[in-house]
């Protein structure tokens, strides 16, 4: 029943409701510790000074010896135990032949060798010297303990032995036995109570059924083996069946547990241990200095399906290694687990809670983004993280805990590679697009998602020479919802991929369709940043283009610079895919995200959309003005074709138009239209809103040189 000199590690569960924490002094446990040692130490000095073992009679030398040396080995030669989301804790079979000498004595005799087995073990495993006076003396206390409940009820003399056993000792004995188990406990438990600021009678019942398990029989075992080397020491190895049937159930016990509790790929704690240890540490330090992260790994799917299961599992293995050398080398309290699939997570107790998280996070996603060697593969891994912290709301429980976690996961999936802390006001977004998720998938199945298209016109000439490709959901009870409504709900979940190839789909029908009528137009379509990190979308799109017969050259990819950034690698490899095919490259909102002008260069983009924030204001020497000019410039320079969004007064097209901009969209010509009506506006001539019947009609605007669109 070694404490193995991890007391002070043990982390028992407290009573829900009952604050715990730092509550004793800093001091309070080593002067226990000590003060525990020493004590125990004198007392058993005392009674080896004041009565030798060969001063006293009882049981015959040989008898005593072999007890002894069992005692020994069954001490050093302990089963840990797994218990729950602790820490292994030693099982030791010298418990039976402690007890039998506890009821054969002499005292002094049993105190001598449990103290050697006992220091021993320590040297071994080279426990700090706290821990060894601790180990010493709580054992020493327990045995006298023992005795004295032995001596009171058989009337045998405290400090003397028993020449032999017999039934009459046997109630005395097994009351010894628990009466040295309990208080051993509890003065371990003492320790623990210390270590946490929990309750030390809360640390001792919460052990009450594991010792009944496990040391009861170990106890119940004592005055057998006090009776069978009273009979013949050579009957006492038939002893050590059923003591090493114990010590076995003990081992499939603990393994077993382990399994249950652990993930067999990794290593790593699996869900269930992670929310025992969440459910302690919120029990512990709710109030105070918790943080939750959560981390979900960037299209783990995908390296499943296109590399094998092997590379997939062997990515795993190193993305838990990176992840618990994280954790170590912080000396703050970190652990890690693995959720599920390619889902980690992290626990961890820190002052700052908030920063802490962060900080870790960041170290992670850089961890993370180093290029992982897989036997000839080498692959780099992008990660999302959600946190919550008890850093101005105390974590209540581990549902709510780990809702405000994924919810904070699910905000750090709309930017790649980030890490976002939970707020409450996320909870209520969270609620409404959680609502949205199951009728987005039945709105794929049931065609709800439909195309509209907003006009793209030549801002010289006025003709539609391209279209903007919008996805809108008819949504059988909330009516005509906008992207910004749902866009975000298939990221999390996966549906992305599907909705994007439905848009494109219908775009390039639509194309299709127009280009047999004689007109030569393009369509131009979004693609998230969710799917700039999918190397089969170059395939996916080359397949819808072969299928509509629409060429690559009349199809146009919009991007944000944001979504650039977040995967530079990936995004790069993507879209060279896609421009080597012919399709057009876009920069959307350009102006308002962190791109660079080498970026634009590596990438070989096509075309720059200035983004509705920098139109609306054009008055001469206005900021609007001054940056719609320098975008301008900057896209003519590079060869680049300039589309200006959110045109919605003719003032501002005519500026438009003198600043050079060659294309112009937004409601002054039309709002995103369905198909019938973007059949009607197609191939005809706008100019300022009105249609024209004729290009004679247009006043047309001197020649410029600029890149042929």
């Known amino acids: 029943m070694s404490a193995g000199g991890g007391a002070p590690r043990r982390r028992p569960r407290s009573r829900r409701g009952e604050r715990t924490g730092p509550l004793h002094p800093a001091w309070a446990l080593p002067l226990y510790a000590y003060g525990v040692g020493v004590l125990g130490v004198v007392a058993a000095a005392v ?82 010297p706290i821990q060894v006076v601790f180990n010493a003396g709580q054992y020493a206390v327990s045995i006298l303990a023992g005795r004295a409940v032995f001596s009171l009820i058989s009337g045998v003399g405290f400090l003397g032995g028993v020449p032999a056993f017999d039934a009459g000792l046997l109630l005395a004995t097994l009351a010894a036995g ?12 003492a320790v623990a109570g210390l270590a946490t600021g929990q309750p030390i009678t809360a640390m001792l019942f919460d052990d009450l059924l594991f010792k009944l398990e496990t040391y009861g029989v170990l106890v119940a075992l004592g005055p057998v083996a006090a009776l069978v080397v009273g009979t013949s020491v050579l009957m006492l190895p038939l002893l050590l069946l059923p003591v090493l049937a114990v010590r076995r159930t003990a081992q499939v016990a603990a ?81 890690v687990a693995r959720l599920g699939g390619d889902e980690f997570a992290l626990l961890a107790v820190a002052d700052h809670p908030r920063l802490f998280a962060l900080d870790l996070a960041s170290e992670i996603l850089g961890d993370l983004a180093r290029p992982i060697e897989s036997g000839p593969t080498r692959l780099s891994i992008q990660a999302s993280v959600g946190i919550t912290t008890s850093e101005g709301t105390p974590l209540l429980d581990v549902r709510t805990t780990l809702r405000q976690a994924d ?7 709309h930017e790649r590679a980030r890490a976002v802390v939970f707020h409450p006001a996320a909870l209520t977004e969270s609620v409404d697009r959680l609502r949205l998720l199951p009728d987005l998938r ?35 009870a909330q009516g005509s919802l906008l992207p910004e409504t749902f866009i975000g709900v298939a990221e999390s979940c996966g549906l992305i991929s599907a909705l994007t190839v439905s848009v494109l789909r219908r775009s390039l029908e639509a194309v299709a369709a127009w280009r047999c009528a004689g007109h030569d137009v393009g369509v131009a379509v979004n693609l998230s940043a969710r799917l700039l990190s999918d ?70 983009v096509d075309e720059l959309k200035i983004d509705k924030s920098f139109v609306e204001d054009l008055t001469p020497g206005s900021h609007g003005e001054y940056l719609a ?27 438009l138009r003198e600043l050079g901009c060659d294309r112009l969209q937004g409601f002054l010509y039309a709002p995103p239209v369905d198909r019938g009506e973007a059949d009607q506006l197609v191939g005809t001539l706008l100019r300022d809103g009105q249609r024209a019947a004729t290009v004679d009609e247009l006043i047309p605007a001197e020649p410029r040189p600029r890149v042929a669109v």
């Open 255 to 335: 393994l077993r547990e382990h399994q249950s509790l652990h993930d067999p790929l990794t290593g790593l704690a699996n869900r269930t241990l992670f929310r025992r240890r969440l459910e302690r540490a919120i029990d512990s330090h709710g109030a105070r200095g918790l943080a939750v992260l959560m981390i979900d790994l960037d299209h783990f799917k995908d390296v499943n399906d296109t590399l094998g299961h092997d590379v997939g599992d062997d990515l795993l293995r190193e993305i838990a290694r990176r992840l618990e050398a994280a954790a170590a080398q912080r000396e703050e309290q970190v652990e």
């Open 407 to 413: 919810i904070a996961l699910y905000e750090a999936k």
């Open 47 to 128: 009674v080896v000074v004041v009565s030798p073992p060969w001063s006293e009679g009882g049981a015959p030398v040989l008898q005593l010896g072999v007890l002894a040396a069992f005692l020994v080995v069954g001490e050093l030669t302990s089963v840990p135990v797994m218990r729950g989301d602790r820490a292994a804790e030693p099982v030791t079979t010298s418990t039976t032949f402690a007890v039998a000498l506890l009821a054969l004595g002499p005292l002094s005799l049993l105190l001598l060798v449990h103290t050697l087995a006992v220091a021993l073990d320590d040297l071994r495993a080279r426990r700090r």
């Open 442 to 476: 039945e709105a794929l199945d049931d065609d709800q998602i439909r195309t509209a298209f907003q006009p793209q016109v030549d801002a010289v000439t006025g003709r539609v020479v391209a279209v903007e490709a919008l996805a809108r959901w008819e949504h059988p």
């Open 535 to 604: 190397l089969a979308l170059p395939e996916r799109i080359a397949r819808l283009l072969a299928e509509t017969g629409v060429p690559a050259e009349a199809l146009t990819v919009e991007v944000t610079e944001n979504s650039l950034m977040s995967d530079v690698r990936a995004a790069r490899t993507i879209l060279r895919g896609l421009r080597d095919m012919g399709v057009r490259l876009s920069i959307d909102d350009f102006g308002t995200g962190y791109s660079s002008l080498l970026l634009l260069q590596q990438l070989d």
């Open 629 to 655: 000019r320098s975008i301008i410039e900057l896209g003519h320079n590079l060869g680049l074709c300039v589309v200006a969004e959110g045109v919605e007064s003719a003032a501002t097209a005519a500026r």
């Open 178 to 189: 628990l009466t040295f188990a309990i208080v051993n406990d509890a003065l371990v438990s």
